[in-house]
């Protein structure tokens, strides 16, 4: 099977019927560079720059950003880069950043909302990514976005300074795509709204879950509520796909829903235009996918979202779909 997969290393991803699908990795760090490449990624759709912050004695200065954006970017060439703003609070802490503690750390003080409140550090990190854009092709995300008015400030800022980049005589790119996360169930239920004033969405589903249905991600004692095939997932991942189309935009997926063998049969069949994962599934994703029908699979999303009840009678639905 391995030696099956790795003929697809060089191949773009397409399905039985012909349509392209971006299957793009998720990466830490510019290390994780040799690991896309050995697998085909054929973008990033997830490179997580909080790890930056938490590798480094103090804030990564300006130019130590600069230099790791730069690294990916030229690295990956005319292959894009989707670069997430940094996302620490919830699970992940930065020992000199010293926030109060909270009872609820994931409900808490994380990712944009320290960006907003923090306008130093978020517009150091900003012009890192401004610098960088010229190296290749760059999109920014901003994650943990619950409001428009979030989204509305930190792309204010955003532009500001490339605004000020400019006058600095610093060239900047004017092609950079700039899209949100929908991690947060308000984000998702209000897609069409946003989906007029960003360049494309990516579903993190390993937060939306939890949010969703209120069972923390790293309670061993609700991880049955955990549930990525509920049809009100899917139900919540269908409208935000729809709602991306309508405006001529793009949604793609960089939770670890994207690389679920069960779930991929599902996302294609709702139009996911972008799955990303970890560099180590996407052979056999590409696999997968090459085999499945898109008009098929359509049909399997609409019967596990209008039929189905549960997320075992979905889990059913795909086995005898894909048999
Ligand atoms: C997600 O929430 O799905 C996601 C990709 O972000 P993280 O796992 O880093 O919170
Ligand atoms: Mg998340």
Redesign the pocket.
Known sequence: QKAEWNKLKNEKTYTADGKHIELAANIGTPKDLVGVKENGGEAIG?Y?TEFLYMDSPDFPTEDAQFEAYKTILEGMGDKAVVVRTM?IG?DKELPYLTLPHEMNPFLGYRAIHICLAEPDMFKTQLRALLRASVFGKLRIMF?MIATLGEFRKAKAMLLEEKQNLKNEGIAVSDNIEVGI?I?IPAAAILADKFAKEVDFFSI?????IQYTMAADRMNEQVSYLYQPYNPSILRLIKGVIDASHKEGKWTGM??EMAGDQTAVPLLMGLGLDEFSMSASSILKTRSLMKRLDSTKMAELADKAINDCDTAEEVVSLVTEYTK
């Open positions: 997830l997580r996302d919830g994650p996360m991690e993190g589903t390993n937060d939306l960089c939770g």
